[in-house]
Structures are given as structure tokens and as C-alpha cells.
């Protein structure tokens, strides 16, 4: 009886490992390592993967299998597993059958009798190899990414895109505009001092949130010292593995301005180029009319009667007056160096000049009921040109009447002492505003007002006054304030 019951049990041990067999050789790759952690078995999987016989991974053979670098630390954490009797996982690299290393990891389970003594491990080992070279691909590409990210000569922010939380920033802008890193990260980009301008920044985060795309050509950001900066700023959505984020691409413009800038500059003065030409050929082209006009109204001054003489006069005043424009322009219009050797330097009392020029003036002044007190001037002599320097003061004190105001008044006041020669000549008039301050002595600048107020202006007045003041080696200013009268000062070396 118990002899029939021994066969039956003997039987039915042996059906249970045929099937632990075909178990094993239906699992992926599998082996079973004895108490003392030599390979007793390997099944059909692991002799494919490797491409090995089951008996040549039996013992210790496999480890030699094992990439070098991997040697050491897999056969140490198998050993402490043991000792521990605890699972072990290793991650190594295993040479297969064309003797390439592939990745593999591997994890170990003990099997302990009922008597809980350990009678070896069930271990399985898994082919890993593609996705730690997808993750070394991976983590290569945000190296690359980091290192365009940190060395970048433009200005990156990343965004949260539900919140605006600012997640990164890179180098180049904490640079730019003085903030520390701790002032932008975690913060919202509403919250950092550079996009102060709140309803401004939550509308451009709310674009990109619902269009996935902003862009603004010049926006101004003010550094941490007030400083403003003019940026470009392109900001878009992109997802980044499950979450979506933003990123902000700031670009210092401020270069590119100031090129524009002085391209815009170098465009103004070809263009006041042109207009000199343009000038200098118009005035050779009215010389000779003028000059025969001239001759003629000589000419019929001598033979007319008293009737149409005092006509024949106002007409050749006017002509005189045509010519000394034209001169004017030529001088204008002409290399400095050749303008030099037409000045005539004789000794001249500026007073006298003054009176004489406020004398002509009358005309106009009395028009507006100006007033102009020049009469306590005193004796001022200088070593120059009486015409250049009577147009010098004719332009000033013209300009003075044309822009001043009704009833208003001019005062020249004068003194010298022993080196200059030094005038002053204020009006209560119209005013130069700041930003026409700089330009008036520029050639043909008007301002606004101006073209206004007097129609017949050419803009050349305080270039040609100016032009006369630097070649009898004086200087020249001006003060203003709008709507309460400009002063200019006039100095030159005085004759002793
Ligand atoms: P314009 O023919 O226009 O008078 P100017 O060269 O004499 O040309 O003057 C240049 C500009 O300077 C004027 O257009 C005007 O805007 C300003 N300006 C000159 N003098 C005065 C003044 N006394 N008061 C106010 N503005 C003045």
C-alpha cells in the first residue's frame, strides 16, 4: 500500500518538474542560481538571447559574459543578496551572440525549502538595452539643450502654462536686467519688476496661452536701476513630454536701434547734401538775372524823372537785398576753407553796428509795437568783417521781432573787458522748445512755430550767424524757455 503510495508521489515530483521545466522554458529569459550562487540552469530564452549553450553559462562562466566595468559590482550585490538571502536587481551589460554588450537587468528571488533554508534563486533577466540608449539619446539632447539654454546671447524665460509661474531663466537675462535668479524663479512673470507693467504682462501671457504665440517688435524693459532697454520679445507654447510650457525669447535691441539710428542720420545729412547742391545751382543759375536786372534799374535811376525815381529806388534797394541773399547762400554753400579769404577784417565798433542794424529794423519792430533798448550800449571794438557781422545782428535781432510778441520788448546789453567783447540779446518772445534747443543752428531747421509765424524763413539765419561768429573766432549760445523769451550770447576776443 505505501509502497504504491511512494510511486505515485515519486510520479507525481517528477511531473512537477517537467512542468517547473517547461515553465522556465516558456518565461523569458530565466536561470536558476544554486545556494552558493552558481548558475545551475539557464532556459531556452537566455541561451537564445545570448547565443551561448545552456553549458556554457553553467557556473561561474556567465560573469565572464558581463562587460568589465559591471564585473565587480554585479558579482557584489549577487554576493550580499546571498548572504542576506534577500532579492537582488543588477543592471549590466551582457555580451550576446554576435559578442556585442547589449544592457540587461536582471532580478533575483530566493527560494527557501519549507524548512526555510535557501536552496538557491529563480532569477529573470530583461533586455533593456534600447531603452537606456533611447534614455542616454534623451538625456544628451538636455545637455545640448542646457548648454544652448546657459550660453544663449539672447534672454529665455520658461513659463508654467496655467499659472505664469516662471520655472527657468537663463544667464544672459538675469545679466541683462540685474534681477538674481531667486527674483524670478517660482515668481509670476507679472510679479518680476522688468514686466511691472501688470495688465500688459497677463495680456501677453493670456495671448500665448490661447493662441500659443506672441510677438512684439520693441517692447522697452526697465532694468533693476530704472535703466530701459529696448527688446524683442517672441514668446510660444510647445509641449515638453506631458506638459505644456512657455518660453519667452527676449533679444537686446539696443544695438540695432542705435544702427538704425545713426543710418537715419547719415539719410539726413545725404539728404542736406542734396539740398546744398541743389542750393549752390540755384543761386549760380539767378546771378546772372539778377546782376542784368541790377545794371537796367542803374541804368533807369540815371535817366528817370522824379516821379518813378523814388520806384526805381525801392526796386534796386530790393535787388540789393536779393544779392545779399545770394551771397549768403554761396557762403553756405561752400567749403569753409574759400569763405575764410572773402572776410574783410578792418577795426569795427560792434555799438555802431547794433544801432545801425536796430535802425533798420524800425520798420518791422514799430509793426508789432516791439520795443528794443540798445542805446547805453558801450564801445565795443573787435578786428573784423562789417558786413558779415551786420548780418550777424540784423539775424538775431529779426529773429528776436518775427518770434517775439506784440508789445514785447528786446533788450541788447554790452560789455567788455580785457580779453571779450560780450553781448547779450534777450527777448520776451515765443520761446525754443527743448527738442529744437539742439537743432536751430542747424541748416534750415525751423521749428514748428516758426513756419508758422514767419512764412518767408529759410532756416539758414543762425547757421549763417553762427558760421560768422566762429570765423571772427567768437562763441555763440542760447538760453530759452517757451513762452517766456529766448536770450542769445554772443562773445568775441576783444581789440585792444
Ligand atoms: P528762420 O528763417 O526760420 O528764422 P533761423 O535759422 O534764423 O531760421 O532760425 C532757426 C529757428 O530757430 C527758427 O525757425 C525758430 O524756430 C528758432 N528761433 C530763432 N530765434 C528765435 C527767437 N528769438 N525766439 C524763438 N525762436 C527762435
Known sequence: MFEEFLKKTQKLLVEDIRNFKATMDASPEMMCLSEGGQTIYVNTSWALFTGRLVEEELGDRRFTSVHPSEQLTTTETIHTAFKKQIPYRIKYRLKNKSNEYGWVVEDGIPIFSSTKALLGYVSKCVNIDIQVKLEEQLSSTEIKYRRLFEAAHDGILILDSTTGEITDVNPYLIELLGYSQEEFLG???????????????KNTFKTVQENGYVRYDNLPLETIDGKLIPVEFVSNSYKAGDIIVIQCNIRNISERKKLEEIEKRILNVEQEEKKIVFISDVTHELRTPLAIIKGNVELALKSTNDSTRETFEIINDEVNHLSKILIDLVVLTTDNKIIHDTIISTKVDLKKIILDVVKRLKIISTKKNITII??????????GDSHYLEKLFFNILSNAIYYGKYEGSISVQGSVDTEQVLLRIKDNGIGITREDLPNIFGRFYRSEQAREINKEGTGLGLAISKWIVEAHHGEISVDSALNKGTTFRISFPVLI
Open 187 to 201: 515668481k509670476k512673470l507679472w510679479e518680476v519688476g522688468a514686466f511691472k507693467n501688470i495688465e500688459a504682462s
Open 374 to 383: 540798445a542805446e547805453d550800449l558801450p564801445t565795443m571794438c573787435i578786428y
